[in-house]
């Protein structure tokens, strides 16, 4: 895809800012979840652009339908992040992955989304470790409280913890050492 079909193609995207809080957790058993959605999800870092934001592609399987999405990221604070997000066709994205970061792996990882206490969560296992995950809650504000199922063990909370990244795991390939 050529840069000026890209600018073309931002112009429409949906724009939104995203605050989330995000802890590591064991991943938990899953019969204790409601679950709303699992999907699988092949996540590619491209090169970032003349204005530095973060760049990434993805695959995602649900339900033996595929569809992809195009995504910029640019961070606000580690906790508020503007993003920008749509969804692409599989030859746009075979084309931006020419354009991958070489330095960053694809963070391939289940995600399920399930609701508890009226809260949306989704909790991503990742293919180089099933015995951790990364929890996250999407809240309106950054003083909403966070009430957190009783049925997972909560190690700690990483929001302010760029270890735990989606980019720097592309980057070390495992989660930071405990």
């Known amino acids: 895809m050529e840069d000026n079909n890209i600018k073309t193609l931002i112009d429409d995207i949906r724009e ?24 699988e999800i092949v996540q590619t870092y491209l ?30 604070s580690a906790l508020i992040r503007k993003e920008k997000e749509y969804e692409i066709t599989e030859n746009e994205y075979e084309s931006l992955l020419m354009q991958a970061d070489e330095k960053l792996v694809p963070v391939i990882k289940v995600r ?47 929001t302010d913890d760029s270890r735990y990244s989606n980019a720097a795991l592309a980057i070390a390939g495992e989660f930071p050492n405990q």
């Open 47 to 76: 090169k970032r652009d003349d204005k530095g934001l973060q760049r990434r592609v993805r695959k995602i399987t649900e339900s033996d339908k595929v569809f992809y999405t195009y995504t910029e990221k640019e961070f606000l």
């Open 16 to 39: 939104q800012n995203e605050i989330e809080r995000k802890y590591f957790v064991e991943t938990p058993d899953f019969s204790n979840l409601c679950l709303k959605s699992r999907k």
């Open 112 to 158: 399920y989304d399930f609701i508890y206490e009226n809260q949306l969560f989704e909790l991503d296992v990742y293919s180089f470790n099933e015995k951790y995950a990364i929890l996250e809650h999407e809240i309106d504000s950054p003083e909403q409280e966070s009430f957190l199922p009783d049925f997972i063990n909560v190690i700690k909370e990483v």
